[in-house]
């Protein structure tokens, strides 16, 4: 079975206390109603997504400081982002830069002045969308 991918979005998770956070945030509940548990199996993390204000900067910084492998800078105006992945082993890292005027990483950093974490991936066997 192919796997599918679950983004599970974390914006603003530092301004929320651990608490309140999954109080608040938490819509495992509301999304297993009706869904039987085998259903919702849990694969491998495929990356984390974050926003970045410069990409070159931060493209720089994993590859030129940090030894990492960068691909290069990919636009994906379907979702108004430009892309750069960066491999870790295990994992990568996604960098997002705004592509166009109706991004939605321009909202996000226009509240995240500096970046941050934008959202998870976590590989999945559930053919279910959400």
Known sequence: ??????KVAVSNLSRCSHLSFL????????LRQGV?????????LNHIAIAVPD????TSLYRDVL????SDKVPL?????????????????ELLYPLGEKSPISGFLQKNKAGGMHHICIETTSRLQY
């Open 77 to 93: 105006p379907e979702h108004g982002v430009y892309t750069v992945f960066v491999e870790l082993g295990n994992t990568k890292l």
């Open 36 to 44: 039987p548990g085998s259903l919702w199996k849990l694969g491998r």
């Open 55 to 58: 990409i070159e900067k931060a």
């Open 23 to 30: 109080r608040a945030c938490s819509t495992t509940a509301a």
């Open 1 to 6: 079975m192919a796997s599918v991918v679950l």
């Open 67 to 70: 030894g990492a492998t960068v």
